[in-house]
């Protein structure tokens, strides 16, 4: 199975700082993705990435920002955070042409 | 773009009985669908998936149906355990090697002992 790891797991920050969250898979997947999960709304996708210098905007990508510098992380900023943005946010990955996303554990973001 | 719908969003059940969860999507041409699990505190995990060229797909206690021409599919769980209480998600997606997954709202089932 694929590892994919996130960091932090826990963050409260304030309206207007710029956070990153960080994501790591062990696996040269090609294909990452990061989500956020809302009560009722279930995972959306934010942006999403089919490989290095390859970024590409989700269904909910206004505030948020991915960059693709080699095969194994893809951070998510969040320019100047707001309080909708307070989410899980999950990160995964699959490989080129398989259809199996493998998910990181989540990062509980609190943005008061 | 393609829109999931899951019911119900909530599910009790008794230990042994079974739990059947629904999703409906919009667009034709998506033709994968997958289920994922998902435990307290953790990403969700795939259980499940069925392709548009099979109408059922079974996994011991687990099984997927899909209607095309309704443009539904489903999740069967049998004999179910307190460990199958968790959140489930459907998805569906057109099989182009780009795998950008549409996901249902979810579906919190609970087993009680």
């Known amino acids: 199975d694929a590892e994919i790891t996130q960091s932090p797991r826990h963050k409260i920050t304030e309206t207007g700082r710029q956070v990153t969250l960080a994501c790591h898979q062990i696996w040269n997947h090609n294909n990452m993705f990061w989500y956020r999960q809302d009560l009722g709304h279930g995972l959306r996708l934010i942006h999403y990435s089919y490989g290095v210098h390859d970024t590409n905007k989700g269904e909910v990508s206004d505030g948020y920002s991915v960059s693709r510098s080699n095969t194994e992380d893809l951070p998510l900023t969040l320019e100047s955070a707001a309080s909708s943005q307070t989410s899980v946010y999950f990160c995964?990955?699959?490989?080129?042409?398989?259809?199996?996303?493998?998910f990181g554990p989540g990062t509980r973001l609190t943005v008061l | 773009g393609e829109n999931v719908e899951q019911h119900p969003s909530t599910l009790s059940v008794q230990e042994g009985d079974s739990a059947v969860i629904k999703c409906t999507y919009s667009d034709s041409a998506s033709n994968y669908f997958p289920w994922y699990k998902q435990e307290l505190g953790k990403g969700p995990q795939l259980i499940i998936d069925?392709?548009?060229?099979?109408g059922e797909k079974k996994d011991q206690r687990i099984a997927v149906t899909l209607n095309k021409t309704a443009k539904h599919f489903s999740l069967h769980i049998t004999e179910t355990q307190p460990e199958d209480s968790a959140v489930y998600f459907c998805a569906a997606t057109m099989n182009t090697g780009f795998q950008k997954l549409v996901f249902g709202t979810g579906t919190r089932l609970l087993v009680s002992p």
């Open positions: 069925i392709r548009s060229n099979v």
């Open positions: 995964a990955s699959s490989e080129l042409g398989a259809n199996e996303q493998f």
